[in-house]
């Protein structure tokens, strides 16, 4: 048995309740006010009249579909597409409900919610073939099951595109299902679900209940009257026991009473209805206040001045009522409020916040009701920021507001105004590290370079203690080489009506010269010129006789791979060598010793001769007894007859490495050197 609470506020009223909506059936042709289409969603379109919604499982709504294609739910009758037998066409119409749409999908159970319960439910399961089983479960409104069913594939009335239909109805005196569950699967297979032709029916007691309040001094002469609005036929009663056909109960005085509603079935339902006390001759006394040129309204009536009233009234039993009345005036105000915030506070005034400059004016009513206006003045302080950027030596600090900073790097400082706002300090501080530079440099014999208002004209390592801009110390390590200037001694032959051109300088006759150039280093070089005449050669027949002076031209160029290509043009003959580095300078360096020693049968005497000339170059770069100018000049004295002493052959020998140690560095990536070296060599007439 279920009691409905009812409270009748009113003297007299009709309240209207309704136990039993009547049965709703669903085809899915016509939503009211929508239009139908291929996966349209179906979830709350009956909820508001029906109390009814559809989901699905796991979250979703169904959607329908339409008879035909494309496949959507099912491979329905004579082929692909949702196609009902013939002869359930009509019943299915042009539009089913199925679950996901998605036909290759495994169906999703769907699941109709009742916010008011029903105790009957029927519909129409679509093409149940292929060995599906389909299940109907219904629940209560714990969630409870309350009813469990199932139709196989092969059962009556199952089979490719026919309308399977099946229904339940629960005994008993009030509807307790709340949801319904429809669920399948298809052994090894998909199984998409078709429904249509929903229907149920919701069950309790119809009827309407009216009420009049018993009447002024005391009257026995309430009223509750049940009228029957469908179903029935009704019993009625105030106790539960002794029940009457006649839904009138009369002469009632005020209280709280339960009235009995039985069915034909016996089943009861108890609604609670509620008849105030009567209503009696009353007096009231009413105080209030209003504003300065205002008025006020009470009953129809208008005052416009403080004072004490009276007014006569009928109450709502229709008894009589004196009201007492006693007005007063209330006045109104106007507040001017100057602040000053800080940046990021706020200002909070009768519940309204300021965070910005301005004025403001709140238009705001008493505790009475009047005016009250608050005029605002907010200034808000900005923060404050100021900027320092400074460089300090390494080894040295910053100190700022007490803080000490010896790194390189930017610092913020959160400090405080004199009004109590925060302001912000940013640093920036460069440590300038101590800074150690180098600097080299070359100069000739005799000259000098400059380096910081200092002097230097001899080769070494020197150090200077400087500063730098901002006044941190800072170190200049020099590196100055002495560059070597060159004395070469050349000798010609100049022949009968000859001319001979040296460094663009022509010679006609005999003699002895001088030139003064710039080396490749850039320093002077003194260039000692001998021409002699052509000589007179005697000898017998075969005649082989020595030249006094023969020249030599060698052309050495950097090839790919650290060798070097020398090329050597004399006698009337050119031969060309290919050789590494240290071969290069032991040749290069013999025919200057040679030359300078008069030398006539070593290295020139096999020039030509790339066999022995090579096995010289061999012996020499190989044989430890000749690899130190000591040693060399050793080789010298000891091999043939010369008038210079070790010590100058050892400093010749020095010098000429030297310099041709200098021409082959300069080439080495990429260049080219020639010179001419006068030399004896045999010459056969």
């Not at 009742?114 to 292929?130: E, Y």
């Not at 009420?211 to 029957?228: A, K, M, N, R, Y």
């Not at 006698?571 to 240290?582: D, T």
Request: proline share 3%.
């Amino acid at each position: 048995m279920k009691k409905l609470a009812i409270a009748i506020l009113l003297f007299s009223t009709n309240v209207a309740i309704s136990q039993n909506l009547g049965c709703l059936m669903i085809d899915f042709e016509e939503i009211d006010n929508d239009s139908l289409f291929e996966g349209k969603v179906i979830s709350d379109q009956f909820s508001a009249q029906f109390g009814l919604t559809f989901e699905l499982e796991g979250g979703g709504s169904p959607v329908l579909a339409q008879v035909g294609n494309p496949l959507t739910a099912f491979s329905g009758f004579g082929g692909a597409g949702d196609t009902p037998d013939p002869a359930d066409a009509a019943d299915i119409g042009d539009y089913f409900l199925t679950d996901d749409g998605n036909w290759l999908d495994t169906a999703v159970p769907i699941i109709l919610n009742f916010t008011t319960p029903i105790d009957s439910f029927a519909g129409c399961i679509l093409d149940m073939d292929g060995g599906e089983i389909f299940y109907i479960e219904a629940y209560d409104q714990s969630g409870g099951i309350i009813l469990q069913d199932s139709i196989m594939a092969g059962e009556p009335n199952t089979g490719d595109g026919i309308s399977t239909c099946w229904g339940f109805n629960l005994m008993g005196c009030e509807g307790t299902v709340y949801q319904i569950k429809f669920s399948g699967f298809r052994p090894g297979g998909s199984f998409g679900m078709g429904l249509d032709n929903l229907s149920f029916c919701y069950s309790g007691i119809d009827v309407e209940i009216n009420s009049t309040q018993p009447s002024c001094g005391g009257e026995l002469d309430g009223v509750i009257e049940v009228v029957t609005l469908s179903g029935g036929p009704y019993t009625f009663s105030l106790d539960g026991v002794n029940f009457t056909s006649d839904g009138l109960f009369t002469n009632l005085q005020p209280d709280s009473y339960d009235i009995f509603v039985m069915d034909s079935d016996g089943c009861m339902t108890t609604y609670e209805v509620s008849l105030p006390a009567a209503g009696a001759n009353t007096s009231g006394f009413l105080e209030d206040s209003f504003c300065f040129g205002d008025s006020v309204v009470i009953n129809d009536v208008t005052y416009k001045f403080e004072g004490n009233y009276n007014q006569f009234l009928t109450n709502a039993a229709g008894c009589d009522s004196i009201l007492s009345i006693s007005l007063s005036l209330s006045s109104s105000f106007s507040l001017t409020i100057n602040e000053e915030i800080c940046q990021g506070d706020s200002l909070v005034i009768n519940g309204i916040t300021y965070a910005e400059s301005g004025a403001f004016i709140q238009e705001n009513t008493t505790a009475e009701g009047c005016d009250s206006n608050y005029i605002i003045n907010l200034q808000v302080i900005d923060i404050a920021i100021g900027t320092i950027d400074e460089t300090i030596c390494s080894g040295d600090s910053l100190v700022v507001n007490g803080f000490v900073y010896s790194v390189s790097g930017d610092f913020e400082q959160e400090l405080l105004t004199g009004s109590g706002c925060d302001s912000l300090l940013n640093i920036t501080l460069m440590v300038e590290m101590p800074e150690e530079g180098l600097e080299t440099a070359s100069i000739c014999e005799g000259d000098s370079i400059q380096i910081n208002n200092i002097f230097y004209n001899n080769a070494g390592t020197y150090t200077q203690l400087l500063q730098t801009d901002v006044g941190c110390d800072s170190l200049l390590n020099i590196t100055i080489d002495l560059l070597p200037s060159f004395q070469v001694t050349e000798s010609y032959v100049l022949s009968s009506g000859q001319t001979i051109d040296i460094n663009g300088t022509s010679y006609d006759e005999p003699g002895n010269y001088e030139q003064l150039l710039t080396a490749g280093n850039g320093c002077d070089s003194l260039v000692i010129i001998t021409i002699q005449p052509p000589p007179l050669l005697e000898c017998e027949d075969p005649c082989v006789a020595y030249v006094p002076i023969q020249e030599f031209t060698v052309t050495t160029n950097a090839v790919t791979g650290g060798n070097y290509s020398i090329k050597i043009n004399g006698e009337n003959l050119e031969s060309i060598y290919s050789l590494p580095l240290e071969q290069t300078e032991i040749l290069l360096q013999m025919l200057d010793i040679e030359s300078e020693l008069g030398i006539a049968d070593n290295l020139f005497r096999t020039i030509h001769q790339e066999n022995k000339t090579l096995e010289i170059l061999h012996y020499l770069s190989t044989n430890e007894a000749v690899k130190t100018p000591a040693n060399l000049s050793n080789f010298f004295i000891q091999n043939y007859e010369l008038a210079s002493s070790q010590d100058e052959i050892v400093r010749l020998i020095n010098k000429v490495k030297n310099q041709n140690n200098y021409i082959l560095d300069k080439i080495k990536n990429g260049g080219t050197s020639k010179k001419s070296i006068l030399h004896r060599s045999l010459n056969r007439l």
